[in-house]
């Protein structure tokens, strides 16, 4: 393993770390860390107690946080600077584990690197977020420019076909969807509860009442509006920055672009050209030939 400069389909570049089967983000640790953290992974022992959230880069991860977090604690009150402790390949084990109770696990891996013996061991709950492509490759464009640690300053038009051949971090969407949609018809062997960040934006109340519902846990109607309003991205974005970004703040790596920008759906049509839109659509459906399970919504 070691750090590589990925070229997009212009030749400018950007930082990552080759795991051997894929690129994961240069997150700031030594390589030996990360080759441990790589073949760890597999045999990670979960806590009784852990939620476990899965997302693809881009998807919904620091709202789902926020919202699971409110959940667990029976509060509506904003986490402090813990997101990112108990992101699985950007922590140590070692200090994954001083994370106290109740955790909230998240990583962006494909399924089939992910700690699948210890989610069924403890028969973890874990909720699988998905979003839009189109709307998930602008956000992801920004992430990439917005952070220092990438040295990136690419081009949308030649990003986009890279992150469309998944040239580039956790690979290609489709491969992940594919993997998540046999997996799922196999039986994975845990609880998993599947939502789309297109729903949560559109239908909050009812998406989070469908979580606790899967979580077994009670709120009242106060609460329950409370997180949902709490969550909302204009009050997120404002009074949870923060603690939302810190590692990214504290090492002055960061502008606010990367994770809370728009929080919209649909604002890819603002992105992509026409000529863009017939490519993306064309590739996503020959590479989703057979596989049906996941639909998504484009537009509110
Ligand atoms: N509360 C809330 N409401 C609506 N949208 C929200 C919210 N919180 C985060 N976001 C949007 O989610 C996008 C970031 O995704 P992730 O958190 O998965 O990013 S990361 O993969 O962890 O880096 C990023 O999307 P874009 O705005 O389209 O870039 C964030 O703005």
């Not at 240069?26 to 992974?41: A, G, H, Q, R, V």
């Not at 009670?218 to 939302?244: P, S, Y």
Request: charged share 30%.
């Amino acid at each position: 393993m070691s750090r590589i400069k990925i070229p997009d389909a212009g030749g400018a570049t950007m930082i990552g770390a080759d795991v051997g089967e894929f690129i994961q983000p240069c997150f700031p640790m030594s390589e030996t860390e990360l080759k441990d953290l790589f073949k760890n992974m597999p045999n990670y022992k979960f806590r009784d107690d852990d939620v476990m959230l899965l997302t693809f880069p881009k998807t919904g991860t620091n709202w789902l946080y926020e919202i699971l977090h409110m959940i667990l604690n029976r509060s509506s009150e904003y986490t402090e600077d813990t997101k990112m402790d108990t992101m699985m390949e950007s922590r140590l084990v070692a200090d994954i584990d001083t994370v106290k109770s109740p955790r909230i696990m998240n990583i962006h891996y494909p399924y089939e690197y992910l700690p699948i013996k210890g989610l069924q061991e403890k028969q973890i709950k874990t909720i699988l977020c998905l979003r839009n492509p189109k709307d998930s490759a602008v956000s992801y464009y920004n992430h990439m420019i917005s952070i220092k640690l990438y040295e990136y300053d690419g081009k949308w038009c030649n990003w986009l076909p890279t992150c469309m051949d998944g040239k580039l971090e956790y690979g290609k969407y489709t491969d992940y969807l594919k993997g998540f949609e046999t997996a799922i018809k196999q039986g994975v062997g845990f609880p998993l509860h599947v939502m789309y960040f297109e729903d949560l934006k559109s239908n909050g109340l009812e998406e989070l009442d469908k979580l606790l519902k899967f979580l077994k846990i009670d709120l009242d109607t106060e609460l329950r509006k409370d997180i949902i309003h709490k969550c909302r991205f204009d009050q997120m974005v404002n009074k949870n920055w923060d603690a939302t970004n810190f590692m990214f703040h504290e090492a002055k790596e960061f502008t606010t672009k990367g994770f809370m920008r728009k929080g919209s759906v649909g604002n890819w049509k603002t992105w992509f050209t026409v000529a863009q839109n017939e490519a993306f659509d064309k590739q996503w459906n020959s590479e989703m030939e057979g596989y049906s399970m996941f639909k998504f919504k484009y537009a509110l």
